[in-house]
C-alpha cells in the first residue's frame, strides 16, 4: 500500500466508525468465515452421503481451509483497522478462533475417512447434520447482534442444541457400532465418530463465545 494510499484508508475507517459502518462491515465478516466453516461441513456431509470420495472431498477441503483462514485473517485485518466494534474484540477474536477450530476439526475428519476407508459413512450422517444446522443458528445469531440483539443469546442456543446432538448421535452411533462384531472397522468408526464429537465441542463453544460477548454489551 503506498504512502498516498494509507492516509486515504485510515480516514475512511474512522468515517465509518463514525457514521455506525464498522460494526456491520465487522458482523459481515464474522459471517463470511462461518459460511466458509459452513462450506466444510457441507463437503464432509457430501462425502459421508457418498456423492464425493473421500480422496476428492480431502483435496477440496484443502481449498475450503485456505478459504477459511483468508476469512479469518480478513477479521483480524479488520478489527485492527476500526475504532469501536459491536462486541469487545477479545470476544470476537475467541469466536473467530473457535469456528476456526471447527474448520479444523473437520478437515481433520475427512482426512481420516481417507486414510481409515471404512466400508461406508452412514453412521456419520447424524452428527454431521447436527453440525450443518449448528453453524445455520451460529450465522443467524451472528446476524442478530446489530438489527436484533435482545435475540442473539436465544438464537445462539440452537448452536449450543446443535451440539448436544452431535454428542447424543455419536453415542447412539457408537452403541449401534458395538452391538455387532468388533474388528477394526468399529475402531475406525470410533475414531471418526471421536473426532465429529470434537466438531461438536468447538461449535459449542463458539455459541458460548458469542452469548459472553452480548452479556458483556448489556451491561
Same mark, same amino acid.
Given at each position: 500500500m503506498s504512502a498516498a494510499v494509507r492516509p486515504? +484508508? +485510515?480516514? +475512511?475507517? *474512522?468515517?465509518?466508525?463514525?457514521? $455506525?459502518?464498522? %460494526?456491520? +462491515? *465487522?458482523?459481515?465478516?464474522? %459471517?463470511?468465515?462461518?459460511?466458509? *466453516?459452513?462450506?466444510?461441513? &457441507?463437503?464432509?456431509?457430501? !462425502?459421508?452421503?457418498?456423492?464425493?470420495? =473421500?480422496?476428492? #472431498?480431502?483435496?477440496?477441503?484443502? &481449498?475450503? &481451509?485456505? #478459504?477459511?483462514?483468508?476469512?479469518?485473517?480478513?477479521?483480524? #485485518? !479488520?478489527?485492527? $483497522? *476500526?475504532?469501536?466494534? =459491536?462486541?469487545?474484540? &477479545?470476544?470476537?477474536y475467541r469466536l473467530s478462533r473457535s469456528v476456526d477450530d471447527v474448520l479444523d476439526n473437520l478437515r481433520d475428519f475427512v482426512r481420516e475417512a481417507d486414510l481409515f476407508g471404512p466400508p461406508d459413512l452412514d453412521f456419520t450422517l447424524a452428527p454431521l447434520d447436527a453440525v450443518l444446522d449448528g453453524l445455520t443458528a451460529l450465522d443467524g445469531a451472528v446476524r442478530k447482534v446489530l438489527a436484533e440483539p435482545a435475540a442473539v443469546t436465544l438464537a445462539a442456543l440452537g448452536a449450543r442444541k446443535a451440539r448436544n446432538r452431535v454428542r447424543e448421535t455419536r453415542q447412539a452411533e457408537l452403541a449401534r457400532l458395538f452391538a455387532g462384531p468388533l474388528g477394526i472397522d468399529v475402531l475406525r468408526g470410533r475414531e471418526l465418530l471421536a473426532r465429529l464429537d470434537a466438531v461438536g465441542r468447538r461449535l459449542g463453544e463458539a455459541a458460548d463465545a458469542l452469548s459472553d460477548a452480548m452479556l458483556k454489551r448489556s451491561h
Open positions: 486515504a +484508508r +485510515r480516514f +475512511r475507517l *474512522v468515517w465509518d466508525d463514525l457514521r $455506525g459502518r464498522s %460494526g456491520n +462491515r *465487522v458482523i459481515d465478516q464474522v %459471517g463470511r468465515q462461518i459460511r466458509a *466453516v459452513r462450506d466444510g461441513a &457441507e463437503l464432509a456431509r457430501a !462425502m459421508a452421503a457418498g456423492r464425493t470420495s =473421500p480422496a476428492d #472431498a480431502r483435496a477440496r477441503m484443502a &481449498e475450503i &481451509e485456505h #478459504a477459511g483462514d483468508a476469512e479469518r485473517a480478513a477479521l483480524a #485485518a !479488520m478489527l485492527r $483497522g *476500526v475504532l469501536a466494534t =459491536p462486541i469487545d474484540r &477479545e470476544d470476537l
